[in-house]
């Protein structure tokens, strides 16, 4: 077993796009990462390099290769999120090479906007098998690592406040990324019942379209509505180093948190100079709290009640 004194981040869904920028900066900033996902290559016989960051050509092993090259300490894990025991093994792989865990970024998404009646069932179990059930698996797996670091942690999760609107059009792909969102905030709630104060668990979504394979295949967006994607790395990089009481159960955008933080150049961000890209998200969203919020009743616990049986 290798160690190391830098925060250990693993990046799940960093093969490219958004997940790619985010390992990069990651790195940039002083994390060992482990970059993980499907794709690997051998990045030594890719030509340019570094390839087109939201192609087939970029893989865990470029940028792997891109932060090394860079002088920042990479790892790639091969990893489907679809088995368990291919996430289970991604921890293990990521604990032996460098001796803990304290981040886990969880980007891994499959995507598919269609009415219900348009959504094929191979199709919706896809999207719950990587967007819902990877993101369970990874956290799963994470858990007893961050137990050992005695509960000081984060873990930052791709997905979206929850307002009705989101619903619209894409149903099934909702309903995968509205239950990742629910983990959130569920999760956050164990940790502050238990007493977890230095665990927090965050949701980021982008409020501005964001340069990705996605936009560049149909989303629809043009270069004037897009945004790069090192607004989402710096976001995620201020949820890292915010206060947990801040962060946890939060269900954040990346434009609203950097103003949170003091930001005020966005302009920096657009993918053309002096663009105006449209905002895709709400101004404001719906709170999800009731006024018996800390009423919890007579609490089940299924795991007592079944050791009883």
Known sequence: ????????????GASRGIGRQVAIDLAKNGYA??????????ASKVHPFPPDPNSPQSTISTVERE?????????????????????????????AIYGKLDVVVYNSGAIWWASVE???????????????????????????????NNWVGRIIVVSPPIYSRFFRGKTAYAMGKVSM???????????????????AITSI????????????????????????????????????RAPVAQVNGC?????????????????QYNLVPEAKPRRIMPAAFPDLTVKEQADEGKRMDSTKLRAKM
Do not use: C
């Not at 077993?1 to 799940?12: G, W």
């Open 1 to 12: 077993m290798a160690t190391t004194r830098k925060q250990v981040a693993l990046v799940v």
């Open 33 to 42: 990462v482990v970059v993980a996902a499907k794709s690997s290559s051998d």
């Open 67 to 95: 932060i090394r090259e860079a002088g920042g300490e990479a790892t790639a894990v091969t990893a489907d999120t679809r088995d368990f025991a291919s996430v289970q093994q991604m921890v293990h792989q990521t604990v």
């Open 118 to 148: 348009k959504t094929p069932m191979k199709r919706f179990q896809l999207m719950q098998r990587v967007n819902v059930e990877g993101l369970y698996g990874t956290v799963q797996a994470a858990l007893p690592q961050f137990e050992k």
């Open 181 to 199: 969102s629910i983990l959130t905030k569920g999760l956050a709630m164990d940790w502050e019942r238990e007493g977890k104060r230095d665990m």
């Open 205 to 240: 979504w982008p409020a501005t379209a964001i340069q990705s394979a996605a936009t560049e295949t149909g989303a629809g967006e043009n270069a004037h509505d897009l945004r790069r994607p090192t607004i989402y790395s710096d976001a995620i990089l201020a949820m890292l």
């Open 251 to 267: 269900l954040e955008l990346d434009e609203d948190f950097l103003r949170k933080t003091g930001v005020t150049d966005f302009d």
